[in-house]
């Protein structure tokens, strides 16, 4: 089999192994696992995030607890920083699909001595995964102590896959059909507006109202507003009771 042949054949086989997990986490794990295959790698880690774009969960290969530890305590409160997995990253069309760190040539006075250093790392290569709402929930790292940069060949092997990966992550955001269907028969009843279906939805799902004013693009005073009118139609005063009264139904 000609050499192009076995390489798409590989990918193939990788997508087919990966269509048939049923939770991001098995994804991402798969992804992981065989990944090396098209982009080798010496240390990777995955974290997951929840819909307010915080971690938690992680799947680490060839990396320590301690160091996600140290990591995770160090960056907890830094949103804005360069290398914070907490930094916002909505999905976008004028965003790269891969991130490459040449890191002796990054220059950080925290992270790079305090994090890079210590693992020997010369070269990352970072993706995200997200939802439907267009909010990260995967992020991966593929990390490097040998000395070799990341060929074009192994990248744009990555480029391919990515979008195909990304794909199947969104269908696990997808909900039962007769769970989307009683939930607008609902909304329907009570005349929600299409802006307040869509807050509402965002409720049930957990997504705190701060990140449904960036998951909308709407101000904050406007999401509570929209809040106050939902649970006013429905006669409830909580998120709780919102799930409560949706469970009933």
Known sequence: MAKDALHWKMMFDLISVCSREHT???LAVSILEHIGD???FDQGFVYFFDGNGRVCDQYLKNISDRCSVLYLDYYIHADESKYSCYKEY???QSHPLLKIHDWEK???LDFVPNFIRPRGLKYSASFVLY???G???TVFSLDRTRPAPFQEQELESLRSLIPVFNGIHKNFYYEEFNQTELRMKLWQNVRLTEREIQVANLLCQGVSPANISRTLYIAPKTTYRHISNIYKKLHVS???ELLVLL???
């Open 106 to 108: 990054e220059d950080s």
């Open 135 to 137: 909010n990260y929930r």
């Open 247 to 249: 469970l009933r139904q």
């Open 38 to 40: 098209f982009c080798p």
């Open 90 to 92: 909505r999905e976008a």
């Open 238 to 240: 909580s998120r709780q």
């Open 131 to 133: 939802d439907l709402n």
């Open 24 to 26: 991001p986490k098995g």
